[in-house]
């Protein structure tokens, strides 16, 4: 298999703060909502709030009304909890055509129970079919796929783990 992130492990570590945190978790969201209803979203932000105070969650419930997704629950998550999610990639133990993606909080130090955080993570990833995307709301999962390699379009940290 061939994996690719455009934002790997290295980078989450060489961050230089939260402007480049936020800059990302912006990026993220494009890829995962599509360049037309990511500028929908912002413009219907900008018009509703001109001129007026507003908050985080109006942003997120702007996105919410117009793509018709739960954007505030998912990116909530994403600005009110501290660190990183880390995806490890392996190949199925089973199945030959899949992959086990496992969630976990990236972190230099062992973790414990109470480091169990989830998050919604959007993937972006190219088949032989074309580029799909998925949300990820939970700790392990797996993908089906065809015989051509795995590229991870669009995610914050991956690990891969090949037997």
Not at 134 to 158: E, F, K, R
Request: net charge positive.
């Amino acid at each position: 298999f061939f994996f690719q992130a455009e934002d790997g492990i290295r980078d989450v570590e060489r961050s230089r703060g939260l402007g480049d945190v936020y800059k990302r978790q912006i990026k993220m969201l494009g890829d995962y909502l599509g360049e037309e209803d990511f500028k929908k979203s912002v413009s219907h932000y900008l018009k509703a709030y001109a001129y007026g105070n507003t908050e985080t969650k109006d942003l997120w419930l702007s996105f919410d009304k117009v793509t018709g997704k739960n954007i505030s629950g998912l990116m909530s998550k994403w600005t009110k909890t501290l660190g990183f999610p880390l995806i490890s990639v392996s190949e199925h133990p089973t199945k030959s055509d899949s992959v086990v993606l496992k969630q976990t909080r990236f972190s230099k130090q062992p973790l414990t129970e109470k480091d169990a955080e989830i998050w919604p993570i959007p993937l972006k990833y190219q088949t032989q079919e074309g580029i799909k995307t998925c949300l990820m709301a939970v700790s392990y999962t797996h993908l089906t796929l065809p015989t051509i390699p795995l590229v991870l379009i669009s995610v914050v940290a991956v690990s891969l783990k090949k037997k």
